[in-house]
């Protein structure tokens, strides 16, 4: 081995190799060359539109939602700058080091941050909306990428609990969920836009490019509430309903002329400006329009006026009420026993006999006819949905029972604003005007009881709040007040009555001798102390109805240099009690 020649251990390759290895290299050198080509000139258009399309989005442009004004031009609900926090999920991934500075600004633990990211799209997710700018200064001064603050509104009511029940909620989507703001959706909401942007690779806006669609923004929606007269409906309902432990409750202060609502206030009631204000549905329920209910004696003046249109009773007739009344199986009778009364008195005693014995004297049909001319059985078209229009049944299915009942104001359901227009049609001479509650329109009127009989009730109401009637708690120093008390016992679901439960409603109007304001005021469940609506509901009337006529500069009538005193003012608060009892139904 050894002595062999070296050159011979090497084989000789083939030169067709190295001329594969150069035609390689080159047709490699051709690809690239070819590609390059492609790219720089045939595809330089279509890969430049594809970029730009992938750099360019485009994101919504919300709309001012219209606000709702009071009868000055205060705000009841108005649109307030807040910001909306997201994400685009396919950048923020990239930055999960930050996530747990993200959620502490925003107040989230870090598994809720990572829920709502992973709650929303590919390319979007909530994590905060209509929330304070502050909150979004902060998150832009961190600069994240992915993580975005966009500017948006929210609505603000200025009043709060006040008129949350009346004004409503909206969503998050800026759309009406209860009250006027949802009956008015349409009307406040405003169209959404669009505009295009250019975003870099992290997401954030280059230019805006256009807007295609710019945002239309809302009406305003103005009222003819008064918001003092708001305020002190309120304040006083709801110190009622505390202290006489009521389940909910509602008032209506109206223009017996025109129709106009001045106040509408419910309780309970909840603040929509705090993020966990208005979280139980039962707090921002219209009562006065969504809740019917049995209104015990407030129902006798119609009656009476049904009896005197059909000449079924004179005005001065007598009535003996000493004993119970039998009727379909029990006794009708008086928690205060007295002999004989007149109209008048039955009204001022509030005597459930006297009341029904008029009533079984009056045919069936002209009580049913007058009550629906009153307003009930119809709810009031005010914008409410689902509003209720209570129970009335038709005059055919009266039986004896039912017909001397439901003029004690049992069996037939109403509400508070249903009231308050039936008693202003007794107030301003007997014409039923239907209720207004956004500025500029006009209510129907008609005529549904003579000036004659309008004028008997009035001042027959009158001695409701004058000593020894019902209503003396609702009696006003310098004004005459007219009204009438009502007690219902709830039913107790056995077919009988739950009787440490009821119903307490007074409705009013002032000044008695040429009125202009009516009241409705009635508590539900109540449950504590003398729940008589001559005592729980009354005093709401007063306290609410000395502000109104105040604030309209209605003057109280004057005795020297003082506002003329009732002769009853120094009546004790026992004895308005007592006098309530007997008849605060």
């Not at 989507?173 to 009307?187: I, P, Q, T, V």
């Not at 500025?439 to 549904?448: E, M, P």
């Amino acid at each position: 081995m050894s002595g062999q020649d070296p050159r011979k251990l090497h084989r000789k390759l083939p030169g067709w190799r190295a001329a594969a290895l150069f035609a390689v290299i080159v047709l490699a050198f051709v690809a690239v060359l070819v590609r390059d080509a492609e790219v720089q000139g045939w595809l330089s258009q279509h890969l430049r539109s594809q970029g730009a399309i992938r750099m360019i989005q485009e994101r919504p442009l919300p709309a001012a939602r219209g606000s709702i004004l009071a009868d000055n031009g205060q705000a009841l609900a108005v649109n307030v700058p807040a910001v909306t926090v997201w994400v685009d999920p396919r950048i923020f991934a990239r930055e999960k080091a930050q996530w747990p500075s993200v959620a502490q600004v925003l107040g989230l633990t870090p598994a809720e941050l990572a829920q709502r990211v992973d709650a929303g799209g590919a390319d979007f997710a909530y994590l905060e909306r209509q929330v304070l700018p502050q909150l979004g200064q902060s998150i832009s001064a961190m600069h994240v990428p992915g993580l975005y603050v966009q500017k948006t509104s929210r609505s603000y009511y200025p009043l709060g609990p006040v008129t949350a029940p009346l004004i409503g909620l909206v969503h998050l989507n800026h759309h009406g969920a209860a009250g006027l703001e949802r009956g008015y959706d349409s009307w406040l909401s405003g169209q959404p836009g669009e505009e295009k942007v250019l975003v870099d690779g992290k997401g954030e806006v280059l230019r805006v490019l256009g807007r295609p669609r710019p945002p239309v923004n809302g009406h305003d929606l103005h009222l003819t509430i008064d918001p003092q007269i708001q305020y002190w409906a309120y304040m006083t309902l709801r110190a009622a309903q505390k202290h006489f432990g009521a389940e909910n409750g509602s008032a209506v202060v109206m223009n017996v002329h025109t129709g106009q609502i001045l106040a509408m206030v419910s309780v309970p009631s909840c603040n929509p400006n705090t993020r966990d204000g208005c979280t139980n549905p039962s707090d921002y329920v219209n009562n006065a329009v969504h809740q019917a209910f049995e209104p015990g004696s407030v129902m006798k003046p119609f009656m009476v006026a049904a009896a005197l249109a059909t000449g079924s009773i004179r005005p001065d007739q007598h009535f003996n009420v000493s004993h119970c009344l039998p009727v379909g199986g029990f006794c009708i009778r008086d928690d205060v026993v007295h002999r004989e009364l007149d109209v008048a008195h039955i009204l001022k005693y509030s005597s459930d006999v006297g009341a029904a014995k008029i009533a079984l004297r009056t045919p069936a049909e002209a009580i049913a006819q007058m009550y629906r001319a009153a307003g009930f059985g119809e709810p009031a078209p005010l914008g409410f949905d689902e509003a209720t229009a209570g129970v009335l049944p038709p005059a055919q299915s009266w039986d004896r029972a039912r017909h001397a009942t439901i003029a004690l104001g049992y069996g037939v359901s109403v509400t508070t604003l249903q009231l308050a227009e039936a008693y202003a049609a007794i107030a301003n001479g007997g014409y039923h005007v239907q209720p207004v509650l956004v500025a500029g329109q006009t209510g129907q009127s008609r005529r549904i009881m003579s000036a004659a009989i309008a004028n008997h009730l009035r001042h027959w109401l009158e001695g409701v709040c004058a000593a020894n009637g019902t209503g003396i708690l609702a009696a006003i120093p310098g004004y005459a007040v007219a009204g009438k008390t009502g007690t219902a016992n709830l039913a107790n679901g056995k077919g009988g009555f739950n009787k440490k439960k009821t119903n307490a409603t007074f409705v009013g109007f002032a000044p008695g001798f040429a009125p202009d304001l009516v009241m409705a005021v009635s508590l539900r469940g109540s449950t504590r102390y003398w729940n008589f609506g001559g005592v729980e509901a009354a005093p709401v009337f007063r306290v609410t109805m000395r502000h109104a006529l105040q604030r309209l500069n209605i003057a109280p009538r004057w005795c020297g240099t003082r506002a003329c005193v009732s002769k009853d003012a120094n009546v004790s608060t026992t004895q308005a009690e007592i006098w309530a009892e007997g008849g605060g139904k």
